[in-house]
Nanobody
């Protein structure tokens, strides 16, 4: 069982930055790839970024490439997402997700076993 708790969301002006954190419980964190998804009002949940269990590989949606950076510290059971140059269209609830132990990294929600409760990010233009 893995529990995920996101934090760091808030209200920011366009062009600003936020850093989201996701704290995980359980002993298997270091063997799971991790991802961030987001869901805007009236839209489907979409992939944002993912990182391999070792942190050696990262993947990004085209819409955030070059602006967002995903990272992790397995000793702290934590994954982060640094979001720079935020735009109004980045406004959404952001979710942290954990994949199966030693599974292939996924960029769709079906590839993830556990989800956090979400944190709201609002970017004002």
């Amino acid at each position: 069982q893995v529990q995920l708790v996101e934090s760091g969301g808030g209200l920011v002006q366009a062009g600003g930055s936020l850093r989201l954190s996701c704290a995980a419980s359980g002993r298997t964190f270091s063997r799971r790839f991790m991802g961030w998804f987001r869901q805007a009002p009236g839209k489907e949940r979409e992939f944002v970024a993912a990182i391999s269990w070792s942190g050696g590989s990262t993947y990004y949606a085209n819409s955030v490439k070059g602006r967002f950076t995903i990272s992790r510290d397995n000793a702290k059971n934590t994954v982060w997402m640094q979001m720079n140059s935020l735009k109004a269209e980045d406004t959404a609830v952001y979710y942290c997700a954990a994949g199966p132990p030693q599974g292939p990294i996924a960029t769709t929600s079906r590839g993830y076993d556990y989800w956090g409760q979400g944190t709201q990010v609002t970017v004002s233009s």
